[in-house]
């Protein structure tokens, strides 16, 4: 009796260990421009959800949530919806302004973030409770030309990244600026990294820069050309893979010609700047400008 109860177990050990290994990785993608937001399996890039958006809704950021809803930004708001499609709240922006990011933060809550003058920065419980809320002058005067994706730092600062300026603003909850460093291009997202560098994705300027926000230096650059198999259209959305790489969104709505240049749409580096995965479908995918991973 003891023997079978050993090989038993033994069996259900094999089984458990089989199945665990078979688990792919979950991706959440959408886009401006994109009429859906999609799951897709990361192994197989098969669609296994989708949740289709309005004409004209620009999605900008979409982020899977801690007990498996979609949080997403819409141009005129952010809402939660459930996986199926029911919504669980919804908050809009004023007229004229642009609600651009939607986040999960470290501590469950969400991060939002709609342009205007002024702009607008709020935390928000999971269930649509508004718990802080930050008001920024940025100074630039058409909000679609302020900013797309805000994120918070461990130090719970925000860093805003500014298209029109070329720059990532440093501003603590209070709405006071705290720090102000000199990019390239039009960045759309900044992400603070383990070692507390940034990675600043530089939309139009076609390049992907890690900086050192204290001495301002630039620790790594990547330009239109030089990471092996892509070539870089609008830098957009940035997110952290599971083993310290790094997803890049390559959204190729400003180019009349990214058909023809067949670079992936989105791909993963590892920490020597190699594409370890990419994923290359005009067909099946639209212009995917933001990447959240589903645990």
Request: charge should be negative; proline fraction near 4%; glycine fraction near 10%.
């Amino acid at each position: 009796m003891k023997k079978i109860s050993i090989f038993l177990y033994f069996i259900l050990f094999l089984i458990s260990n089989t199945s665990g290994q078979n688990k792919t990785e979950k991706l959440l993608l959408g886009g401006s421009g994109w009429n859906k937001i999609v799951i897709i399996d990361k192994e197989s890039k098969q669609i296994e959800w989708e949740h289709p958006l309005q004409e004209g809704w620009e999605c900008n950021s979409v982020a899977a949530t801690p007990d498996g809803n979609i949080l997403f930004s819409y141009g005129k708001g952010a809402k939660t919806i459930n996986r199926n499609h029911q919504e669980i709240w919804n908050i809009t922006v004023p007229d004229g302004c642009e609600m651009q990011t939607a986040r999960v933060l470290s501590d469950g809550n969400y991060l939002l973030a709609w342009t205007g003058h002024p702009a607008v920065i709020m935390e928000v419980s999971p269930k649509g409770k508004i718990l802080s809320r930050t008001e920024y002058e940025t100074g630039i005067g058409h909000p679609h030309s302020q900013f797309r994706q805000l994120n918070k730092n461990p130090r719970g600062n925000y860093l805003i990244p500014l298209i029109s300026t070329s720059e990532v603003r440093e501003i603590s909850p209070d709405g006071k600026l705290i720090s102000t460093l000199k990019t390239e291009g039009t960045p759309f997202t900044t992400l603070e990294s383990v070692n507390g560098n940034y990675w600043i994705a530089c939309g139009d300027g076609h390049a992907l820069v890690e900086v050192n926000p204290d001495s301002r230096q630039v620790i790594r650059r990547y330009s239109e050309n030089d990471i092996k198999g892509v070539r870089l259209f609008f830098t957009a959305g940035l997110c952290k893979g599971s083993d310290g790489s790094l997803y890049i969104c390559n959204w190729q709505g400003h180019s009349h010609d990214a058909n023809e240049a067949n670079s992936p749409q989105l791909f993963e580096i590892n920490h020597k700047g190699e594409i370890v995965w990419s994923l290359n479908d005009n067909r099946t995918f639209g212009m995917i400008s933001t990447v959240s991973i589903i645990n």
